[in-house]
């Protein structure tokens, strides 16, 4: 592979831009062209984001926020709304609920989560309180700390266009043919106007249909399915009424599966992810429908597989996105996923002096496959330990998901419960999710451990103490209606 010095992304969807935009942005020296398709759409669905997703397009891409929320108008997502497991409802957000200890208390806040875990951190808080953000002077919402946006994928798509043409990569509509395949990869992509492109480095950003790693170079793939049952989704929605706007994803439990609800400004996007295994697509819309009677429009039908190529650098080709794997809707893995491939790839890029030795891409494919089995594995854990319903599919889940790399933290927090020592047993150290995302869910579905903790009087007490702080700075907050009311005032500064 010789130095690279030009890019070419086929797909224009938001990976495929969001790769070409990062591409611009922190290696501008390199030539980016990214051609798609007119013949197809962008998938209009509702996106949830984590906190990667503004981390990434505010500090590292230098987007600037006013032009951001006036293009795409996102809502926020403090985290997800959990109604999983014997609890009624318990919260996950993107901070640090479990694993810490708060002053003055014996155990880990986990150990004292027995009875209520909605008030272990402000945006759990917030979330309980049906708010968005703390409220700073003159009652003005505090925009900061780990939030994400729920966000109509059109418009993000669109001002990723329009960012893009303006940050100088070359954009072009034609419709993909073939690829010439090469010692070294692909040669020249041919399209269906004639013409023939090519780049130093090609990225496949072509979505489920992987048109290069796996069409073209046949890249084996490696199925998630046996551990990991869903493969469909029913999407719909209806236009907002007098529902509040919740600052949080909801995941509720269905009998096939689960459905997910994504709050916009003027729609709620409502979509069932299920298994064909245990329902056919008739009866899972019939019990969508049924538990959802406001959808107003027609519900559509969405085909996935599970898993994830086990080379997503092959040559000059690297996958990115669906391209290079899926899980499922589940904790919207997805951006984030792919905002992680194309840092680390620019990393090994500026690295290697943009040289890359096989070496590096063989690390490059050790790293992202390793982090597609950690979200593997951590959605198994919101599984296998669902005690919620006692269908077919959810006994089948109990019975047998693996935990694959993360079974020896499950017998760890088995023996030591939610103390932070349990760090010890990740399997990779740095990973993804650090302790805090298993931790959230082994807590807040109240999976049992053999270290039990009966606290003292005194500390009862003071924990009470924060359980009330909290709530009351929670309770003085902003609610999301007002938090855009104050962004879209003349007077509001983002500095």
Not at 185 to 193: A, H, I, M, N, T
Request: glycine residues 10%.
């Amino acid at each position: 592979m010789k130095r690279v010095k030009s890019i070419l992304v086929l797909g224009g969807g938001s990976a495929g831009l969001i790769t070409a935009l990062t591409f611009r942005r922190m290696l501008p020296e390199v030539s980016v062209k990214l051609v798609h398709s007119p013949d197809i759409g962008v998938i209009g669905v509702g996106e949830g984001t984590t906190a990667v997703f503004p981390e990434h397009f505010f500090k590292v891409l230098g987007l600037p926020k006013d032009e951001f929320y006036r293009e795409t108008s996102p809502t926020w997502k403090q985290g997800i709304k959990f109604v999983w497991g014997p609890r009624d409802h318990f919260f996950y957000t993107f901070d640090f609920q479990y694993d810490q200890k708060r002053q003055g208390m014996g155990m880990a806040n986990g150990f004292y989560a027995d009875d209520d875990c909605g008030l272990l951190d402000l945006p759990a808080a917030l979330m309980q309180c049906g708010k968005a953000f703390a409220s700073g002077p003159l009652g003005k919402p505090l925009i900061n700390g780990q939030y994400a946006f729920h966000i109509e994928n059109k418009r993000l798509v669109a001002y990723l266009e329009k960012i893009c043409a303006a940050s100088g990569v070359a954009i072009s509509e034609d419709t993909f043919v073939e690829a010439e395949r090469t010692e070294n990869g692909v040669g020249d992509l041919v399209f269906q106007s004639g013409a023939r492109r090519s780049a130093d480095l090609v990225i496949d950003a072509s979505g489920f249909r992987s048109e290069l790693i796996g069409r073209t170079l046949g890249v084996s793939f490696k199925d998630f399915s046996t551990g990991l049952f869903c493969d469909r989704a029913w999407i719909g929605g209806w236009t907002r009424g007098d529902e509040p706007l919740h600052a949080y994803t909801t995941a509720e439990t269905m009998d096939s599966g689960w459905c997910w609800q994504i709050e916009h400004e003027d729609w709620i996007n409502r979509g069932y992810v299920y298994s064909s295994r245990f329902i056919n697509d008739d009866e899972a819309l019939g019990e969508f429908l049924r538990k959802n009677p406001k959808v107003s429009n027609e519900p559509r039908l969405v085909r996935f597989r599970s898993g994830r190529h086990d080379s997503g650098w092959v040559g000059n080709v690297v996958a990115v996105g669906n391209s290079s794997g899926f899980v499922e809707p589940l904790e919207a893995t997805a951006l984030a996923q792919l905002i992680y491939e194309v840092r680390w790839l620019i990393e090994v890029l500026r690295t290697e002096q943009m040289d890359p030795a096989q070496s590096a891409k063989d690390r490059y494919n050790e790293i992202v496959g390793r982090a597609w089995d950690e979200i593997r594995d951590f959605l198994a854990y919101h599984y296998r330990f669902n005690t919620r319903l006692d269908t077919p599919f959810w006994k089948h889940c109990r019975n047998e998901t693996s935990l694959g790399d993360y079974e020896g933290f499950y017998q760890e927090y088995r023996r030591l419960g939610p103390a932070p020592e349990t760090i010890r047993a990740l399997p990779y150290k740095p990973n993804i999710y650090g302790i805090e995302g298993y931790l959230a869910m082994l807590v807040g579905m109240k999976v049992p451990h053999e270290r039990t903790y009966q606290p003292g009087a005194g500390e009862i007490d003071l924990w009470n103490r924060h359980q009330r702080a909290m709530r009351t700075r929670a309770a003085a907050g902003v609610p999301s209606e007002k938090a855009l009311a104050a962004i879209r005032s003349p007077h509001w500064s983002w500095s």
